[in-house]
């Protein structure tokens, strides 16, 4: 430093005051360019130090599967914010299953930008921001000191969690399982059926339900008969009579590679059901597979999903289908369908006897009658009668 000064006098013929400005601007130089290697350290430092005390929760509505958690996160946490320091609110589409099937009531949610809010006597922090992208989408980031990690686990539980505990129903749709509201059923005790085909299936899938893990990965129905029997109803029965969620399958919205993954997803101890199996070109025709759309859904990957070399677990899987003759032997044989049933027409005396108890009324129908006539006859018979005489009211 002082070989440097030394010099810079030398230059100015040792004029004081030009050697003064020279290494005042030397120093400014120099402060300069260290301020700006250094100007990242400090929000390095800050970052490190947050990242040490602080998690972080991040939840966005990027796809529909994930639009009912995200609308439930903001709604929670704008019922818990601090006025002073949330002051944007917005709308949003909340999923209430307790209020009807659908359940789609509009309610307040969180704004763009920063809410401090309280969750369970522990401050947290949201954050929502519009995220850019070709589709652009919503997200929300809560923050919470490290010894609140189990609350923020419970606040994550609380928006995944259901407000009702009866079965979920999830559709595929395009590459996920969305969710579409809950079984609103009594089971059984809703359907007049066969007696014996009651005990019937109640006996097969009760047997399956009771085993160990170990003994039966899955156990796979198959209903068919009339138009009208009540198929669909006796798998939303199962559904309820056993408490297990159910996932829908439309085989024809599917292909190879997007039913396999939309099988694997099932998890364990839910229900699939697959309806109309016969409805589509593979279950029906292998010759047919040429034609159909690309990518296609053949035979070959129906099968590799439903019964591949990783077995579904603890899975009950319902196939329906009008007209077991078109279905392809590969589909249905033994080991691949464990139970088949054929739906009966509903007895004379089973629909009189029936009527009598629900209604307290006589009913003389002489003939068999299928599900669906025996529905819009206690939908009408419910018209007629305000009160019903039992509990099994439809």
């Known amino acids: 430093m002082n070989e440097l000064i030394l010099q810079i006098r030398a230059l100015t013929n040792e004029d004081p005051l030009l050697t003064a400005v020279i290494v005042g601007i030397l120093l400014f130089i120099f402060a300069g360019l260290l301020g700006y290697m250094l100007k990242d350290v400090p929000a390095k430092i800050v970052r490190s130090i947050s990242r040490l005390l602080f998690l972080r929760l991040t939840i966005d509505d990027s796809h529909t599967s994930r639009t009912e958690v995200f609308n439930k996160l903001s709604y929670l946490i704008s019922n818990t914010?601090?006025?002073?320091?949330?002051?944007?609110?917005?709308?949003?589409?909340?999923?209430d299953y307790s209020a009807s099937y659908d359940g789609l009531i509009s309610v307040k949610s969180i704004g763009y930008g920063t809410h401090l809010f309280k969750y369970d006597?522990?401050?947290?922090?949201?954050?929502r921001t519009k995220i850019d992208s070709s589709m652009p989408y919503?997200?929300?980031?809560?923050?919470?000191?490290?010894?609140?990690?189990?609350?923020?686990?419970?606040?994550?539980?609380?928006?995944?969690?259901?407000?009702s505990e009866q079965p979920k129903v999830h559709i595929f749709e395009e590459t996920e399982w969305c969710r579409y509201g809950t079984?609103?059923?009594?089971?059984?005790?809703?359907?007049?059926?066969?007696?014996?085909?009651?005990?019937?299936?109640?006996r097969e899938v009760g047997n399956f339900a009771g085993r160990g893990k170990s003994v039966m990965s899955?156990?796979?129905?198959?209903?068919?008969?009339?138009?009208?029997?009540?198929?669909?109803?006796?798998?939303?029965?199962?559904?309820?009579?056993?408490?297990?969620?159910?996932?829908?399958?439309?085989?024809?919205?599917?292909?190879?590679?997007?039913?396999?993954?939309?099988?694997?997803?099932?998890?364990?101890?839910?229900?699939?059901?697959?309806?109309?199996?016969?409805?589509?070109?593979?279950?029906?025709?292998?010759?047919?597979?040429?034609?159909?759309d690309n990518p296609p859904l053949t035979l070959g990957g129906v099968l590799n999903a439903l019964d591949g070399v990783i077995p579904l677990?603890?899975?009950?899987?319902?196939?329906?289908?009008?007209?077991?003759?078109?279905?392809?032997?590969?589909?249905?044989?033994?080991?691949?369908?464990?139970?088949?049933?054929?739906?009966?027409?509903?007895?004379?005396?089973?629909?009189?006897?029936?009527?009598?108890?629900?209604?307290?009324?006589?009913?003389?129908?002489?003939?068999?009658?299928?599900?669906?006539?025996?529905?819009?006859?206690?939908?009408?018979?419910?018209?007629?009668?305000?009160?019903?005489?039992?509990?099994?009211?439809?």
């Open 183 to 202: 079984l609103k059923s009594a089971g059984f005790s809703d359907l007049v059926l066969d007696e014996d085909f009651r005990q019937d299936i109640l």
């Open 313 to 394: 677990e603890d899975c009950l899987v319902v196939m329906t289908t009008n007209h077991l003759e078109r279905l392809d032997p590969a589909l249905i044989r033994k080991g691949r369908v464990d139970v088949n049933f054929e739906v009966p027409l509903i007895s004379a005396q089973q629909v009189n006897d029936d009527y009598k108890e629900r209604f307290g009324a006589v009913l003389n129908v002489t003939e068999p009658m299928l599900g669906c006539e025996v529905y819009e006859l206690h939908r009408k018979a419910s018209l007629r009668y305000s009160v019903c005489h039992t509990k099994k009211c439809w």
């Open 121 to 127: 006597g522990s401050l947290m922090m949201a954050t």
């Open 81 to 95: 914010t601090i006025p002073l320091f949330s002051r944007s609110i917005s709308q949003a589409v909340y999923i």
């Open 218 to 292: 899955k156990l796979t129905v198959l209903l068919h008969g009339l138009t009208g029997t009540g198929k669909t109803g006796i798998a939303r029965a199962l559904a309820v009579e056993y408490s297990r969620d159910l996932y829908i399958l439309n085989l024809s919205t599917v292909n190879d590679a997007t039913v396999h993954k939309a099988i694997r997803k099932v998890p364990p101890g839910a229900m699939l059901l697959i309806e109309d199996c016969d409805c589509v070109k593979a279950t029906v025709s292998r010759a047919a597979e040429s034609n159909v």
């Open 138 to 163: 919503d997200s929300i980031q809560v923050s919470a000191p490290w010894w609140s990690k189990g609350k923020l686990h419970s606040l994550l539980e609380d928006t995944r969690g259901d407000i």
